[in-house]
């Protein structure tokens, strides 16, 4: 008799969880916590631990390179101390109608939810308080950020128990998670960002005005950024259910055009507000974005 497999099974990685054991989700500025973790504290008297990586330079104490990360990225990196304190980390999710649009190896959400299963399981590894947020035209979801056992599964949980439907208003929805946020720490937003741009990104400013890290992980999938190149196509707004025939092969290159603009105008808008923003589609490899992006964060601290 075939065993059945368990609810969450598609969310847990082991591989890519390994690969990211060495690695932690660093904070560029003050945060406030109750626990000593990895990085840098508004307070006195924390114990003097391990805060971030930077890249070796020669004289280095040989003692403090990561040969772990050696192994993997054949690039050296030291290991670097300071006074530390644990921060808050919140985890939202799009999870839209739009969000099951997939034309990759995977629909954005499940991409999306299999990046928040790795970073809070890297997270709470690190005794980092972990919640996650379920965004729709509100907040249709969460759980609140803690450092327990169970805390991992309860995230996974809430997870695979949510189907993607209806319309966005993400801004609405980032206003009711600022009322839930009590403590500074990082805001880490996974979308599409199919909202009105003004409105998402004067609640993305209010989270940084209130002592929040901001982070936007902007997911497409790869039809959203590249039309076929022939065929006619039937185009459905999966949050309105609006639909409009055309062929892709003549729309092909102007639609591509302007998505392009679109992303580099939230790239620059994110990073003019003090928003750290990353471009994502559901063919990049998941290991490779979030292994690349940690370092990046690690060597800029």
């Known amino acids: 008799m075939a065993v059945a497999e368990q609810p969450t099974k598609w969310l847990e990685d082991p591989d890519l969880f390994m690969s990211m054991e060495d690695l932690e989700l660093v904070a560029y500025g003050v945060v406030e916590g109750a626990l000593h973790g990895l990085h840098r504290s508004p307070y006195i008297g924390f114990s003097v631990e391990f805060d971030a990586h930077r890249e070796y330079q020669f004289g280095d104490d040989l003692r403090y390179v990561n040969w772990n990360l050696w192994g993997r990225t054949d690039r050296l990196y030291i290991k670097q101390f300071k006074a530390d304190t644990n921060l808050n980390l919140y985890l939202l999710l799009d999870t839209s109608g739009s969000m099951l649009t997939d034309h990759g190896p995977t629909a954005k959400w499940r991409y999306g939810a299999r990046a928040i299963a790795a970073l809070s399981f890297l997270s709470l590894r690190t005794r980092d308080a972990t919640g996650l947020f379920l965004l729709q035209d ?5 759980v609140p950020p803690r450092v327990r056992p169970g805390q991992f599964h309860e995230i996974l949980a809430a997870l695979t128990e949510t189907e993607p439907t209806g319309s966005t208003d993400i801004a609405r929805a980032l206003e009711e998670t600022l009322e839930l946020c009590r403590r500074r720490g990082i805001v880490l937003l996974v979308s599409d960002l199919f909202d009105n741009e003004d409105d998402i990104l004067r609640s993305l400013s209010a989270l940084r005005y209130y002592g929040h890290e901001v982070i936007v992980l902007h997911l ?82």
Do not use: M, N
């Open 138 to 142: 509100h907040v249709r979801g969460h």
């Open 220 to 301: 497409l999938d790869p039809w959203e950024h590249t039309l076929p190149t022939r065929g006619q196509y039937e185009f459905r707004d999966l949050e309105t259910g609006e639909t409009v025939r055309a062929h892709a092969g003549s729309l092909r290159e102007s639609y591509g055009q302007v998505v392009q603009d679109w992303r580099e105008g939230l790239r620059k808008r994110c990073e003019d507000a003090g928003i750290d923003w990353l471009a994502c589609d559901t063919d990049t490899p998941l290991r490779e974005l979030l292994i690349d992006y940690l370092l990046k964060r690690a060597t800029l601290h």
